[in-house]
């Protein structure tokens, strides 16, 4: 019974997954009408797409404490209650303003969600599983992405692009109540590695973990591959529209079709990493930022499109098994007692990126006429340089090896 509830958990934070990243995506695909209505520049439009980065990294630590101290169920249930309002209040913005303080608040809302997240899937799941686990969890990411551009298309052709804000009220209110009723705290239910380095990690300190040379070199990594990867999704829709001259259905199905392959990547990161790799997590990372770069370069050259997407899709299959693993290492370096504040201090790091990514790409838009070969070119530097980075984690420290001994 208790593999079926594991699982059953999973199956929610995977929907909880998906929704939290259709309300964070729709903004990416809307952006360009937004931009109409608003008469906004691409510097402006980055900064609309940048405001939810702010309180979202600014959330990551002390969501994980939260998630911690009181258990991630009533973490995750208040941020999906919370970043629902907020979805909804994205369409009541009269100006500029308005829109970047309520993305600002929306960050808020949604950051310590993906702490309290992870925490459940350590605390559940066995550590021989917890890359599948995490993978499957993360795979629920691209899929919301993926699903975002679809769900916007017609909306906005029909609507406008304020009902695609209001549209995701309900679904998320709805969802959080399943949340709260099936992802109980599994202190009551654990698993059989669980007790073996209970009680190991509550006093680590933010201090401690910054010691650890994996994890900051983990973080090192995911900041560089985190610039490509919001890079990438935020201002795809608008690279197909203007650099590609696609229509706005043809975006629509361009723009998911990467996000497919994502999903793909990350759900694939957790199987490699689990049976083939489990104490040298680093090489598929590594492996696969190099092979992405590639891809984005010959999106970057491609000669229709049809290519550029074709490209993309598999640019984005090896970006996310790479950035899979680089999520999972924080839920195996440390004790599960301390997985929220590891997992948030990482992903701080990472959505300090996610925060300049949008800003810095159309800053390059905004001086050089629009040039996204030119951004597509830099984007590829910055994945070898994730990659360099990621070289140097070596997933050894005293936490993860007496982990180890523990599962035998």
Not at 120 to 143: C, D, K, M, S, Y
Request: net charge positive; aromatic share 14%.
């Amino acid at each position: 019974m208790i593999w079926q509830r594991r699982h059953a958990v999973l199956g929610v934070l995977f929907c909880a997954y998906l929704l939290c990243y259709m309300d964070r995506m729709v903004v990416a695909s809307s952006i360009p009408f937004i931009a109409k209505e608003f008469n906004l520049s691409p510097f402006a439009q980055g900064a609309v797409l940048s405001a939810f980065f702010v309180g979202y990294a600014l959330m990551q630590i002390p969501g994980g404490f939260l998630a911690d101290r009181f258990g991630p169920r009533r973490i995750m249930t208040a941020a999906m209650v919370s970043w629902s309002v907020f979805t909804a209040l994205t369409g009541l913005a009269g100006s500029f303003a308005a829109l970047l303080g309520i993305r600002l608040f929306f960050g808020f809302s949604e950051g310590p969600f993906p702490p309290a997240a992870s925490k459940t899937v350590a605390t559940w799941f066995p550590q021989r599983e917890v890359g599948r686990a995490n993978g499957f969890q993360l795979a629920a990411i691209n899929i919301g992405a993926a699903v975002a551009p679809l769900f916007v298309a017609p909306l906005v052709i029909y609507w406008g692009w304020r009902i695609v804000f209001y549209s995701l009220l309900v679904p998320g209110l709805v969802l959080a109540l399943v949340v709260r009723l099936v992802a109980q705290d599994s202190s009551a239910h654990p698993h059989p590695d669980q007790s073996a380095i209970k009680g190991t990690g509550e006093n680590i300190r933010i201090t401690q973990l910054l010691k650890m040379p994996a994890v900051v070199w983990c973080a090192v990594s995911l900041f560089f591959v985190n610039i490509v990867t919001w890079g990438l999704m935020n201002w795809l829709p608008t690279y197909l529209l203007q650099a590609r001259g696609f229509s706005v259905s043809r975006m629509g199905v361009g723009a998911s079709l990467p996000f497919f392959a994502g999903a793909l990547g990350y759900y694939l990161s957790g199987h490699i990493s689990d049976k083939y790799f489990s104490q040298r997590r680093h090489i598929p990372i590594v492996a696969a930022l190099v092979v992405a770069s590639l891809m984005t370069y010959w999106a970057a050259v491609a000669s229709t499109g049809e290519w550029a997407i074709v490209a993309l899709v598999l640019a984005f299959l090896f970006l996310f098994v790479a950035s899979g693993g680089l999520f999972s290492l924080p839920l195996l370096l440390v004790p599960k007692e301390a997985v929220g504040r590891a997992f948030g201090l990482v992903n701080t790091v990472g959505q300090v990126a996610a925060f300049v990514s949008p800003l810095l790409i159309g800053y390059v838009l905004a001086h050089t006429h629009s040039n996204f070969t030119l951004v597509f070119y830099g984007l590829v530097g910055l994945f070898l340089v994730g990659a360099c980075a990621a070289l140097r984690i070596r997933p050894q420290g005293p936490f993860l090896q007496s982990a180890s001994v523990s599962t035998g």
